[in-house]
């Protein structure tokens, strides 16, 4: 017996949608690799499935898709002041805890995911960046962790002072 494929009725359905549990062709399905929702601090149960049908996919999956993808577009816009920039940044308040983020493959990653956390979280400023590496040696093979911590605020970007 050959599967069928949910939506289009062809043989050789080999995939299974990981929310109904129908069999799907491939070129009916939507695949979702484990970097689609990546920067989530939890990612839901329903987005964690690497295929969806298309009922699947246009009912739960595509929308929030799309709001993770302009939460990442807010989180390139959010403004970075470095821990070394408190002359620029004193006088402003730091009321939020502090973000954390741990084990990234680099530098630009681990800043870009405290921003992706201000952005998901409303806020546009994060403060007092400050981003440290550790050395992890396996043998012969070498490999660089990254972990960041950041304070988000919300601000008018003309209140920071230049100096």
Known sequence: MTNLCSTCKKPK?????????????????HFMGPESFSFLRKVPKELSHSVYCNPCYDSGVSAEFLRYEETMEKA????????????????????????????????D???????????????????????????????????TIFSATATPIQIDPSEVREY
């Open 109 to 143: 990653e681990s800043i870009l995911r405290l921003a992706f956390f201000a952005a998901e979280d409303g806020f546009n400023c994060l403060l007092d960046v400050h981003v440290t590496h550790r050395k992890i040696i396996v043998g012969s093979h070498k490999k």
């Open 13 to 29: 359905a080999n995939f299974t949608c990981g929310a109904c549990n129908d069999s799907v062709c491939k070129s009916c399905g």
């Open 76 to 107: 390139r816009e959010v403004i970075i002041f470095s821990k070394d920039e408190t002359k620029k940044t004193g006088h402003l308040k730091r009321k939020e805890l502090p973000y954390k983020v741990e084990d990234c493959e680099d530098k």
